[in-house]
């Protein structure tokens, strides 16, 4: 088949077995037979239109895939450091001896601290608490949003956090979490001075030029039997990641369960 795509090979060939079918089906009419093979020849053209439409809108839809990616909001992890020059590093708190996750980048420094208590006044479950300063050693201010915090990729939202609720309705106590009832952050183990909290999601706070930022983090674990326990203590099962976005970059850290501190009575 000379001269013939390879595309079109099979069409031909199926087109020569339509003939002889119809030969030996008694169309012996030429006419009869250039009808059908025109027939033919019209749907496969069709066939093949729709084929290449098809394609090209896959195609496209695949170069806006690739523009929403490029657009979207960059970030970096910890202990995964980037081409851009991002570096992870770990300390040990000087007072507790517990880790503290660092992420550096372009003047920039964010540390993490983490620990877990258990639901205090006879609830269930496992709170999450996550304290992290931003260091600002550029020329410029900085803007910190909240970020968000998931355990084995489910979400973990954040708690509303009052100092007391004292002078609130009862309805509002029901909607809110004590401090005095969370002792990650009353035994002063978490700073608690600025809360990243449901009320605050929208909140922008700013760092200086050569000062720093601590803010806290609470969330109740969404899973049901969380914790697994050993000879060297129980810790939460899984991974968890906290991340706060500092301008437009999320800096994200995880936490493996075993290496969050037990900070409750």
């Given at each position: 088949?000379?001269?013939i795509?390879a595309?079109?090979?099979?069409f031909?060939?199926?087109?020569?077995?339509?003939?002889r079918r119809?030969?030996?089906h008694?169309v012996?009419?030429?006419?009869?037979?250039?009808?059908?093979?025109l027939?033919t020849?019209?749907q496969h053209s069709?066939?093949?239109?729709l084929a290449?439409?098809?394609?090209?809108?896959?195609?496209?839809?695949q170069?806006?895939?690739s523009?929403?990616?490029?657009?979207?909001?960059s970030?970096?992890?910890w202990g995964?450091?980037s081409l851009?020059g991002?570096?992870?590093?770990?300390?040990l708190?000087p007072?507790?001896g517990?880790?503290?996750?660092?992420?550096?980048?372009g003047g920039?420094?964010?540390?993490s601290?983490a620990g877990?208590e258990a639901v205090g006044?006879g609830?269930?479950?496992?709170?999450l608490?996550?304290?992290t300063t931003?260091?600002n050693n550029?020329?410029?201010d900085?803007?910190?949003?909240?970020?968000?915090a998931?355990?084995?990729?489910?979400?973990?939202l954040?708690?509303?956090?009052v100092?007391?609720?004292?002078?609130?309705?009862?309805?509002?106590?029901n909607?809110?979490?004590?401090?005095?009832?969370m002792n990650?952050?009353?035994?002063?183990?978490?700073?608690?001075e600025?809360?990243l909290?449901p009320?605050?999601?929208?909140?922008?706070?700013?760092?200086t030029?050569?000062?720093?930022l601590t803010?806290s983090?609470?969330?109740?674990?969404?899973?049901?039997?969380?914790?697994?326990c050993?000879?060297?203590?129980?810790f939460?099962k899984?991974?968890?990641?906290?991340s706060?976005t500092?301008?437009?970059?999320?800096?994200?850290f995880?936490?493996?369960?075993?290496a969050?501190?037990?900070c409750?009575?």
């Amino acid at each position: 088949m000379n001269g013939i795509s390879a595309s079109r090979v099979p069409f031909c060939v199926g087109l020569e077995s339509e003939v002889r079918r119809l030969v030996l089906h008694g169309v012996n009419s030429a006419t009869a037979i250039q009808h059908h093979v025109l027939q033919t020849t019209v749907q496969h053209s069709i066939a093949v239109s729709l084929a290449v439409i098809a394609l090209t809108i896959v195609t496209h839809a695949q170069d806006d895939l690739s523009v929403f990616k490029t657009e979207a909001t960059s970030a970096f992890v910890w202990g995964e450091d980037s081409l851009r020059g991002a570096v992870s590093s770990s300390v040990l708190d000087p007072v507790t001896g517990n880790a503290i996750h660092r992420l550096n980048h372009g003047g920039v420094e964010v540390s993490s601290k983490a620990g877990f208590e258990a639901v205090g006044s006879g609830g269930s479950g496992e709170l999450l608490s996550f304290t992290t300063t931003i260091v600002n050693n550029t020329e410029s201010d900085l803007s910190v949003r909240q970020g968000g915090a998931s355990v084995d990729g489910r979400i973990a939202l954040p708690l509303a956090v009052v100092h007391t609720k004292k002078g609130l309705s009862k309805k509002q106590r029901n909607q809110v979490w004590e401090l005095a009832g969370m002792n990650c952050f009353s035994s002063g183990f978490l700073p608690h001075e600025i809360f990243l909290s449901p009320d605050a999601s929208s909140k922008v706070f700013t760092v200086t030029q050569k000062k720093a930022l601590t803010v806290s983090f609470v969330a109740k674990d969404p899973r049901y039997y969380s914790v697994l326990c050993s000879a060297e203590g129980c810790f939460p099962k899984g991974t968890i990641r906290f991340s706060v976005t500092v301008n437009s970059t999320d800096f994200v850290f995880i936490w493996p369960g075993r290496a969050m501190v037990y900070c409750g009575k």
